[in-house]
C-alpha cells in the first residue's frame, strides 16, 4: 500500500514568494495533519482536518498560513508571502476512522528553505 | 493540559547494549500511546502503540514498551541495540478526536 505522498520533497524559494506543498493521504483515512518541524520548536501540529473540514487550525502561525482539503485525497498548505523563518520541514499525516484506534503515518516531509 | 515529557535529549549506547528511553506524559484520561522513530531526512514510522490492555506492547525491529498508569510513564525497550538504531525517537500521546502530543524527542548514537 502506498503510503502518505508528499510533494515536493525539496523546496528552495525566496523570501515573498508563495510556496504550496501537497499531500496525499492514504487512501480510505479520513483525518490529515499538517506539522511543521524546527529544530528550535520540535514538531508543531498546525492544522488538522477531519472528513475534509479543518477542525482545529490554533497551529497555523499566522494569515500568511492557509490550508486546504479539498476533497478526501488531497490537501495543500500554501504560505504567501515566505519569510525565512518559515524553512522547516514540513510533514503530513493521515489517519484511518477507526474510533478508538486512532494512528496517525507520516509522509516523508517536504524540506522548505526560505532564502 | 496535556503533555509529553522525553527527559534524556541525547542517549548514547554501545552496539549490543541494552537500551531504554524514556517518555512521562500528563493526561487526564486513559490515553493513547505511541513511540516513532525518525530516522536523518526521513519522516516518522511507528514503531508501536499502546490503546488498551496487555501493558507491555510489542513493536517493530524488536522494540517493546511498557505503560504504567501509576507512574504515567510509557517506556521504549530494546534488549540489544543494533548500529542502524540510531535516529530521533519520538513518543507521543493521543487524543479522542486525533490530536496527538508529542515529545520534544531522544536523539539516540550508537557506538560500534
Known amino acids: 500500500d502506498a503510503g502518505v505522498i508528499q510533494s515536493p520533497r525539496h523546496e528552495v524559494t525566496e523570501m515573498g514568494q508563495e510556496v504550496t506543498l501537497r499531500c496525499k493521504p492514504i487512501?480510505?483515512?479520513?483525518?490529515l495533519f499538517w506539522y511543521r518541524q524546527t529544530m528550535m520548536r520540535g514538531l508543531e501540529l498546525l492544522i488538522y482536518?477531519?472528513?475534509?473540514?479543518?477542525?482545529?487550525d490554533s497551529g497555523m502561525p499566522e494569515d500568511r498560513f492557509s490550508a486546504k482539503m479539498p476533497n478526501a485525497s488531497f490537501s495543500t498548505l500554501k504560505i504567501q508571502p515566505s519569510e525565512p523563518r518559515d524553512s522547516a520541514v514540513y510533514f503530513c499525516?493521515?489517519?484511518?476512522?477507526?474510533?478508538?484506534?486512532?494512528?496517525?503515518?507520516f509522509g516523508p516531509g517536504t524540506r522548505l528553505l526560505v532564502l | 493540559a496535556q503533555s509529553v515529557t522525553q527527559p534524556d535529549i541525547h542517549i548514547t549506547v554501545s552496539e549490543g547494549a541494552s537500551l531504554e528511553l524514556r517518555c512521562n506524559y500528563s493526561?487526564?484520561?486513559?490515553?493513547?500511546l505511541f513511540w516513532y522513530v525518525q530516522s536523518p531526512g526521513q519522516g516518522l514510522q511507528l514503531l508501536l502503540k499502546?490503546?488498551?490492555?496487555?501493558?507491555l506492547v510489542q513493536g517493530i525491529k524488536g522494540f517493546e514498551a511498557e505503560f504504567k498508569r501509576s507512574q504515567s510513564s510509557f517506556n521504549l525497550r530494546k534488549p540489544s541495540v543494533h548500529w542502524s538504531d540510531a535516529a530521533e525517537y519520538f513518543c507521543a500521546v493521543g487524543a479522542r478526536g486525533n490530536q496527538f502530543y508529542f515529545g520534544t524527542g531522544t536523539s539516540l548514537t550508537v557506538i560500534p
Open positions: 487512501s480510505g483515512h479520513n483525518s
Open positions: 499525516a493521515s489517519s484511518p476512522p477507526i474510533y478508538g484506534e486512532e494512528t496517525q503515518y
Open positions: 493526561y487526564g484520561a486513559t490515553p493513547y
Open positions: 482536518f477531519n472528513n475534509n473540514v479543518p477542525i482545529d
Open positions: 499502546y490503546f488498551s490492555g496487555d501493558t
